[in-house]
């Protein structure tokens, strides 16, 4: 691959768990340990495994660059000033302008951050099947299941974001697929066949994922309090069974599939009416104003557990920090658009808009990763990665392929946001619902890309940027082409 990823592989090994991270990651690392003694045992293989998970909140991954920060902005969510001494380089990749140097920079090193982990998934894997004999109850296949799906999901994104429009161009040249242990580089491929790996890694990810204890026990988001392991705990914070399922949904809908797309999104909504990811409780969003759920807990179905997740509003959409840059939706994209205007389905009333947004002055700021009163509550550390309002969407883009069939999907979901049913459904009605929905998690850009239109930040449609492979490719960066 590239120099710097050399090492990589053992600079997670030993790198230190973050403390406050939640009792999920109940197996501590020690400052120094040969390969060779680390996977050589079963606490060994999770604590290479939960080194991952702990290493996708680094800021150019999940931790600011994917979910809130560059990706976010690239997907219009939103409204940037124009004064550079505040703004810098942001303006730059609002406007798509991906050559800066800055932002060479940044991609690149988003790039060799993905791959570094991929490395170390594929450095479990390939010792994983040798020592079966190490491993209790159904570790092993819960284990080999998390990584696979782990190296899928890290693929994916970089597909998404470096890979052409794939239902336009999926023969065209996308990015390379590591599936062993090795630096040697791997010849990039085109999308298609990069397409074909991440599914089989996510079907066999699945089918190893089928002992998850969630699908039986939900996803026991609490210490067992009997001083066990808590490995098997906390299934909302790793890639689950349904984390798998949904990622396939999202998966096979990007790849134009929408007959598996909706079968895959069909299964987790099944388990969400069975109480495994129920709809958030009224009370807990509205009851209690002071202290709301604003990442509706109970419906997320993976997400990260980042210590200081407070840091992402903090760094990004505190108004206290004005005059320095406060992220923002655009005011009248908010008012008239995605939370009012009739033609839109906008409310007021809307649970998204009660409790994730405050006014201050004319403006209206994001508050979905401000801390709840409750310190030391779990909610508190979550990035949603993977959410049940996703499922519902994709369920109705792709029921027999026919929006207007796949009405009755995003009504249920807006029922339990406080809101009346839509009379019609069209892409832009859709869109309008991934927005509200998936608004901070990164997904917008993606959305944009995957339906080849316009991307929505303004109500000033002549502002909102065209669909062209110059907006939703970005150039493959340095560190890979001059590899």
Partial sequence: MRNKIISLSLAVLLLPIMSGCGKWLDVQPYDKIAEDDLLSTEEGFMMLLNGIYIELNDDMLYGGALTVEMIEIMGGAYTLGTDDSVWGNYNDIASYEYGTEYWRARF?????????????????????????????????????????????????????IFGPVYTRHPDAPAIPYYTGYTVTPEEIE????IAGKILADLHEARILLSADPVITEGTRMESQGDGSSDFLN??????????VTGLLARASLWFGDKEQAFSYSQEVIRAANGGIFPFVDRALVTGSPSDPDRIFSSEVIFALSHARRNELFNDY????????YVFRMDNDMFSNRIYGGTDTGGNADDYRCRVNWIATGSNRYFYKYSDMASTGNIRNTMIPLIRLGEMYLIAAESQSGDLSAGLSYVNIMRSNRGVGNLASLDTRMLQYEYIRELYGEGQLFFMYKRMFTPVLFSTDESRNPLPSDEIFVVPLPDSETQN
């Fill in 108 to 160: 690149d090193e988003t790039w060799n951050k993905a791959y570094s982990l991929i490395l170390n998934c594929n450095q479990l894997l390939s010792r994983i099947d040798d020592s079966r004999e190490i491993f209790s109850g159904d570790n092993y296949f819960i284990i080999k299941g998390e990584a696979l799906a782990l190296r899928a999901m890290l693929h994916f994104d970089m597909l998404r």
């Fill in 190 to 193: 085109p999308a298609s066949s």
């Fill in 234 to 243: 906390f299934r909302s914070l790793r890639l689950n069974y349904y984390a």
């Fill in 317 to 324: 959409y505190d108004p206290s920090r004005l005059p320095n």
